[in-house]
């Protein structure tokens, strides 16, 4: 998949027409999944370019001056992206001018010279330009055939970004990946931590997710996947884990810091600085509790992988 960020790099050198789709796509869930699915069988009939126009940061920290935590930082939505067969996506930095930019000339002046677009499909609640005026009835008007995909419901709710949120925070993982359509995950850099993990015979991979929002303090069962941060779109090995995230109470805990997220990965010894991981939530394992010594949160770490195992196992034999 190609990525833009400089609407002035395009059109794309010998460019054909593009299927677009428009939006945040934040956590790329069922309702996401459907309307990038239309757009790569469109794409793909008609050989045109299935293309995403998405946004670098949420439009929300512009417009309300805060943004909520997101589900996928646009690292994480463009892998998402990938798998789902887009060719080409654009990222757009949502700033003053593009928010005041009338939707006709979003339109006329940004997406047709550059992208080329012959077809649009968009979601049920899709709006873009000054106000959100711009929609599916604006497009036709200009002449473009567009397709409305309807949304999609789980357990008598529509899915959204936001109940997602919600769910996650709350700790919900199975509700969560039910709207989801894959396991929670959050993609992060390996960086230098502590390596306490180590001294206790349990090395960690501490993770920068770069805002992106996580499950509760506690640990958990996953799945971690390593990616090459040259090429992301590239899974280099997966491997059982345990994750813990919080404050770690028993040794270092400091009053207004963000929780840390640590990930021990299962039968795996090598150096993961510098690689990014991608981290599938499995299944609670227990809360965060702080400990009477090393010791002690070092057996409770062995019961840990041990139950972890189990877990994993038992998601194996499904």
Do not use: W
Request: contains cysteine; aromatic residues 6%; hydrophobic residues 45%.
């Amino acid at each position: 998949m190609i990525t833009t960020c400089d609407p002035a790099e395009l059109p794309l050198p010998g460019a054909r027409g593009a299927v677009l789709s428009l939006g945040v796509f934040d956590g790329v869930h069922l309702g996401h999944q459907a309307i990038l699915a239309r757009n790569v069988e469109l794409a793909r009939a008609a050989n045109l370019l299935a293309t995403v126009v998405t946004f670098r940061s949420h439009p929300k920290g512009v417009i309300l001056g805060r943004a909520p935590r997101t589900l996928t930082t646009l690292a994480h939505r463009l892998e998402l992206f990938r798998r789902a067969g887009i060719d080409h996506t654009l990222a757009l930095e949502f700033d003053a001018e593009l928010r005041s930019m009338s939707p006709e000339k979003f339109v006329r002046e940004l997406l047709v010279p550059r992208l080329l677009p012959e077809r649009f499909v968009l979601g049920f609640d899709s709006k873009f330009g000054r106000d959100r005026a711009g929609g599916p009835a604006l497009l036709r008007e200009l002449g473009f055939e567009v397709d409305v995909v309807p949304k999609v419901v789980v357990a008598q709710r529509a899915v959204s970004s936001s109940a997602i949120r919600e769910a996650v925070e709350l700790g919900d993982l199975a509700g969560a990946a039910c709207m989801l359509g894959r396991p929670v995950s959050v993609l992060g850099e390996v960086v230098r931590g502590a390596e306490l993990g180590r001294a206790l015979g349990f090395p960690t991979a501490n993770l920068d997710l770069h805002h992106e929002l996580h499950p509760p303090p506690g640990v958990y069962a996953c799945r971690a996947h390593l990616v090459d941060p040259q090429a992301p779109a590239e899974v280099l090995a997966s491997h059982p884990a345990v994750a813990n995230i919080g404050f770690r109470p028993t040794v270092a805990a400091t009053p207004g810091e963000e929780p840390h997220v640590e990930v021990h990965l299962l039968d795996f010894d090598g150096d993961l600085y510098g690689t990014f991981v991608e981290l599938e939530f499995v299944a609670p394992l227990r809360g965060e509790r702080r400990f009477a010594d090393l010791d002690a949160l070092k057996a409770q770490i062995a019961r840990d992988v041990e139950d972890a195992r189990r877990h994993l196992a038992a998601r194996e034999s499904r």
